[in-house]
Nanobody
Framework: VQLQASGGGLVQAGGSLRLSCAASGRIVSINNMRWYRQAPGKQRELVAA???????NYADSVKGRFTISRDDAKNTVYLQMNSLKPEDTAVYFC??????????????????WGQGTLVTVSS
C-alpha cells in the first residue's frame, strides 16, 4: 500500500488550492485520513483529520478556511484550502491508517505517509 499526494504549488495570499492523496494497493479498508504540515524550522502539525464515518476535526489556525473530505470509492482524501495566508506555507503530508491484504485471506494493519507536497503562499 502506498499514498501519493499531489496538488501543491505557489499561490498568492487569499487564493485557493486543493490537495489530493490517493491510496493504492491491496486495501481492505481505510479508517482515519489526515493532513499534516511542516513549515521550515517548525514541528510537523496536524491540520485536519477525517474518520471513516466522515467526522472531521481541524487545527484552530485553519478552521473556516480548510475543508477535508474523502472519496472512499477512490481511496482518496482531499484538502480544500481557501483564503490562504503566507503562514500556511509548508510541506503538506497525508497520512492514513487501515487494513490491507497481506496474503490471501490474511490482513494486516497499515499506517502510512505520503511523500509530501509543497504549498507556498506569497504575500
Amino acid at each position: 500500500v502506498q499514498l501519493q499526494a499531489s496538488g501543491g504549488g505557489l499561490v498568492q495570499a487569499g487564493g485557493s488550492l486543493r490537495l489530493s492523496c490517493a491510496a493504492s494497493g491491496r486495501i481492505v479498508s481505510i479508517n482515519n485520513m489526515r493532513w499534516y504540515r511542516q513549515a521550515p524550522g517548525k514541528q510537523r502539525e496536524l491540520v485536519a483529520a477525517i474518520t471513516s464515518g466522515g467526522s472531521t476535526n481541524y487545527a484552530d489556525s485553519v478552521k473556516g478556511r480548510f475543508t477535508i473530505s474523502r472519496d472512499d470509492a477512490k481511496n482518496t482524501v482531499y484538502l480544500q484550502m481557501n483564503s490562504l495566508k503566507p503562514e500556511d506555507t509548508a510541506v503538506y503530508f497525508c497520512n492514513a491508517d487501515g487494513r490491507y491484504w497481506y496474503e490471501t485471506l490474511r490482513r494486516r494493519d497499515f499506517n502510512l505517509w505520503g511523500q509530501g507536497t509543497l504549498v507556498t503562499v506569497s504575500s
